[in-house]
C-alpha cells in the first residue's frame, strides 16, 4: 500500500553531461503528471509520462529535467574573432571621430559582449534518453519508496475495524456526556457522525508521523538529502496547515501554532543542507 505524497532524484553522469531528475507527489484524485524539461529535450515529455504512468497510478506527479556539465566534462571558451574584429575597427573610428587619446588594449576588446563566452550546450534528446531514463527510474525508485513507507503508517487507519470502533467510541462519549438523546434517533446520529467526521484529524496526525519518521530516516543518511527534507518539511506544513483548520479545539490550535513556529525554524536550517 501507498501513499499518494512522496520526493525522488536520480543524478546519471554520462560522457561529461550530468543529467538529473527530481520527482515529487502530492494527493489527487486522478493521475496528473507535470513535466518541466529544457528546451532542447522537450520531445521526451511522451516517454517521460509512460514511464511514470507505468508506475504511478494516482496523484499529481511534478518533474524536473535538467542537465550540466559534469566535473570531468571539458568545456572551452569560444572566441569570435570577427566581433573582436568590428570591436576594435569601431573604437579606433570613435578614437579618431572624438580625436581622443588613448590606447585600445586587447583586454578592452576582450571585456566587450560576447567576444568570450561558453559555447552552448545542444543536447541529442534522442542520444540523452537512455543516462535521464536511468535517472528518472531512480527518481522513481526512490518516490516510490517513501510513498510506501508513509503507505504503511496510513495502512493503520484503514483497517476494515476502524468504523465499529469509532462507533462505539462515538455511543461511549455520549454516555459519559450525559446527554438525553435515543441512540437510534438516526438525525441526530448523522449529524454527530458528519461533525466528527470533518473534525478527526487522525489521518493527519498518521501523516505527520510519517513524515516525521522519514525526515528522521533521511537524516541518518550520507547521501545529498536537502531537498528531500525540504519536501518532506513542506508536506509537514501542509498537514499542519489542514489539521489546525479541521481541530475545534483552542488547545489544540495553539499546539499548531508552536509546531509551525519549530518548523520554521527546521526550515532554515534545511536551506543549510546540500
Known sequence: MRSMTGYGRGEIDCN??????ELNSVNRKQSDIVVNLPRDLAELEPRIRQ?????ISRG???VSVAFHQGANG????????????????????LQKQL????????????????????????INAHDAWPAIDRALRAALTELIKMREREGRHLAKDLNPEVVKKYRAALIDRLHNAGLPIE???ERLLKEISFFADRADV???????????AQFAHHLRSNEP???????????IFRELNTLGAKANDAFISQRVVGAKAELEKIREQVQNIE
Open 16 to 21: 561529461g553531461i550530468k543529467f538529473s531528475v
Open 225 to 235: 538529502v536537502g531537498r528531500t527534507l525540504e519536501f518532506i518539511t513542506q508536506e
Open 183 to 185: 441512540l437510534d434517533d
Open 74 to 93: 571539458a568545456r572551452h571558451l569560444a572566441l569570435d574573432t570577427e566581433l573582436a574584429r568590428s570591436y576594435h575597427e569601431a573604437m579606433r573610428a
Open 202 to 212: 487522525s489521518e493527519e496526525l498518521t501523516r505527520v508521523e510519517s513524515h516525521l
Open 99 to 122: 580625436d581622443a587619446p588613448g590606447e585600445i588594449t586587447i583586454g578592452a576588446i576582450l571585456q566587450a559582449p560576447g567576444v568570450m563566452r561558453l559555447p552552448e550546450q545542444v
Open 51 to 55: 514511464t511514470i504512468n507505468e508506475n
Open 60 to 62: 499529481r506527479t511534478n
